[in-house]
């Protein structure tokens, strides 16, 4: 049994494509409309990786109010090999405007890591 994908439901479906494709190397399929209830999807595939993430936007979606204390998922987190590769797409994230929550740091459990914001202020863990 493995994970095939997972979904996020994201405010601007182009902004977030753009977002995974720039800084993670995503690549999009055809998008998916749903005329009748105006769900739009892409799924995203990632090099090295089977899983992917599915990103669907419908006009009715409404903000969490509190990201980390809510029940259910609270991240997704992207490999990105070693520390070098932590420390680098962290800064180019953040130069770009997108806030780090946390680190790049060492955690209590050995993950060297950092948090940042995507685009609709989802929480990525970047780790080695």
């Not at 994230?93 to 995507?118: A, H, Q, W």
């Amino acid at each position: 049994m493995k994970i095939n994908h997972v979904a996020l439901y994201v405010k601007d479906l182009e902004k977030s494509r753009e977002f995974y494709e720039k800084y993670f190397n995503a690549k999009a399929n055809n998008k998916y409309r749903n005329l009748k209830t105006g769900l739009q999807t892409y799924f995203l595939s990632f090099p090295n990786s089977d899983v992917r993430l599915e990103i669907m936007s419908r006009p009715e979606l409404t903000d969490r109010e509190d990201k980390i204390m809510n029940m259910g998922f609270i991240h997704i987190a992207f490999s990105v090999g070693d520390a070098k590769n932590v420390d680098s797409l962290t800064k180019k994230l953040t130069n770009d405007g997108f806030k780090c929550l946390s680190g790049p740091r060492t955690t209590g459990d050995g993950y060297y890591e950092s948090v940042v914001e995507d685009v609709d202020g989802n929480l990525i863990e970047i780790t080695e």
